[in-house]
């Protein structure tokens, strides 16, 4: 009997190992994303597996923002960085090279068709729902590639999370069908909004581009308040990364109201109105219905 036990323990042993592999107590995937929206996607995809750092974080405009020696030591210590691309992180070579690490960088918006303002791309796919699965696809691959023994646990959740956003695309569409296609049409800061206007027709119009970086000109002012008055556009609206300003003048000099704040490119915190991805997408369609439905 003794013998019996001794045997039983020692194969107990020896398949210990085995479960270990797949244990969620195993030191996590440390993984750095450059801004919050995309954060946000690596959590859910990742889970408890891994260990998400972003360099923007809440309420941060990824557009200008400037790196921190923080940030090149985070990078130092990761094994994946997750991007947008685009053009939209104009300081990330730099922070590359005095990183010196050895972490793979994942383009989260490859196999997106950019859209092209001028001669630059878009880099805002994430406005899409549909574009927002391919980002997601796209992490759970690189998380899948990274911790193979963890990869059934992140296809796991990219599904659920998928499935998720592809409900929110519906919710999306139908909230778009109560606004009249006369009243499709409004102004927002900056050029932030395109796939959002080509996935769910509704038409912005901003004067600055696809940068916050840019400044609008007083002639492109003045031909946005002209265009305002001439077409009865509705509303303009703010955006949370943005000064407030510009929107207030172009409102007080035409004849639009100011129809609330939108998120473009960042999430806000815990307690704030846009914490995760699909919360933010919610805030802007609830946002926009109310001043163009009516």
């Not at 960085?81 to 070579?93: A, D, Q, T």
């Not at 699965?133 to 999370?161: H, M, S």
């Amino acid at each position: 009997m003794r013998r019996f036990c001794l045997v039983a323990f020692a194969l107990a042993i020896s398949a210990a190992p085995v479960r270990a592999q797949n244990s969620p107590r195993q030191a996590p995937l440390k993984v750095v994303a450059s801004f919050s929206i995309l954060g946000d996607f690596v959590k859910n995809v990742g889970g408890n597996r891994v260990e998400v750092t972003t360099l923007v974080g809440p309420d941060g405009d990824v557009h200008v923002y400037t790196p921190t020696p923080a940030d090149a030591r985070k990078i130092a210590d990761a094994k994946l960085l997750i991007v947008n691309g685009l053009g939209l992180e104009g300081w990330l070579p730099r922070l590359l090279e005095a990183a010196g690490g050895k972490a793979s960088i994942v383009t989260a918006t490859s196999g997106i068709a950019p859209l092209k303002l001028g001669s630059d791309a878009d880099p805002h796919a994430w406005q899409s729902v549909a574009d927002a699965k391919e980002y997601v696809v796209n992490i759970r691959d690189a998380l899948a590639a990274a911790d193979p023994a963890d990869a059934g646990f992140f296809r796991q959740n990219a599904q659920t999370y998928l499935a998720k956003l592809e409900a929110l695309d519906g919710e999306v569409r139908q909230a778009v069908d109560r606004i009249p296609l006369s009243r499709r049409k409004m102004i927002s800061t900056h050029d932030a909004f395109g796939y959002f206007a080509a996935r769910y027709g509704i038409e912005f119009i901003a004067p600055i581009g696809v940068s916050t970086e840019a400044d609008a000109s007083a002639r492109d002012i003045a031909k946005i308040i002209a265009q305002v008055k001439a077409e009865h556009i509705p509303a303009v609206f703010l955006e949370r990364i943005s000064d407030p300003r510009l929107m207030r003048r172009i409102s007080a000099e035409s004849d639009a109201k100011i129809g609330g704040t939108l998120y473009s490119d960042s999430l806000t915190d815990e307690k704030g109105d846009a914490p995760t991805y699909i919360d933010m997408v919610r805030h802007n369609i609830t946002t926009l219905t109310s001043a163009l439905a009516n």
